[in-house]
């Protein structure tokens, strides 16, 4: 979850050069923004998880504001988001935030067609625990008017880190499984338009 909200945090970032001709402000294209998190639980059964929830905004400063709303998960099992809801993020209006700021000067002169690559950092928060975020972000001005950012490389990131792992073995235990991995990948896929 940290490494998804971090690569989409990443991406707005990334986007903010790119489209920051001026003194411009980006904002995500919800539609077409997504997070996408990997878990194998019971040691032999791989799935892919999503957010589609996940708003944004990179202003001239470079400063980037990432939000994801948390009750937008989507596990392919109505339960489990509702398990997941409960027990991990604990609320039905939880939200993750990601606050950064990247620099503009690598891909503000991207012209439509093509793409660079930027590293970024910034804060990940989420169920009340802070965390540091790294990415490698792709970046390609896809037109005049929009950005597509995605993380140039999968993310891992921990339960111990983001805070969750209680909510992770309450899901183990209602589901009666034996394990459910604990680090998991993270990929961001983004659109900014201005």
Not at 28 to 56: L, P, R, W
């Amino acid at each position: 979850m940290k490494t998804l909200v971090k690569t989409v945090a990443a991406m707005m970032m990334l986007a903010s050069p790119v489209l920051a001709g001026g003194h411009e402000k980006w904002s995500a294209v919800e539609a077409e923004s997504v997070i996408a998190f990997g878990s194998i639980k019971g040691n032999e059964f791989g799935e892919v998880h999503t957010f589609d929830g996940v708003t944004g905004k990179v202003n001239e400063k470079g400063e980037v504001a990432v939000s994801i709303a948390l009750s937008s998960i989507e596990t392919n099992i109505d339960i489990r988001n509702e398990r997941m809801i409960e027990h991990v993020f604990k609320a039905a209006d939880a939200k993750a935030q990601l606050n950064g700021e990247i620099d503009f000067d690598e891909v503000h002169d991207l012209k439509v067609g093509d793409t660079t690559v930027v590293d970024f950092e910034g804060v990940l928060s989420l169920v009340g625990v802070e965390a540091d975020v790294e990415a490698e972000l792709f970046v390609a001005r896809i037109a005049e008017d929009r950005v597509l950012v995605t993380t140039a490389n999968m993310i891992m990131l921990s339960t111990e880190d983001l805070g969750i792992t209680a909510g992770v073995d309450k899901l183990k235990e209602l589901a009666s499984l034996d394990s459910i991995t604990r680090v998991t990948p993270v990929t961001v896929r983004m659109v900014f338009a201005k």
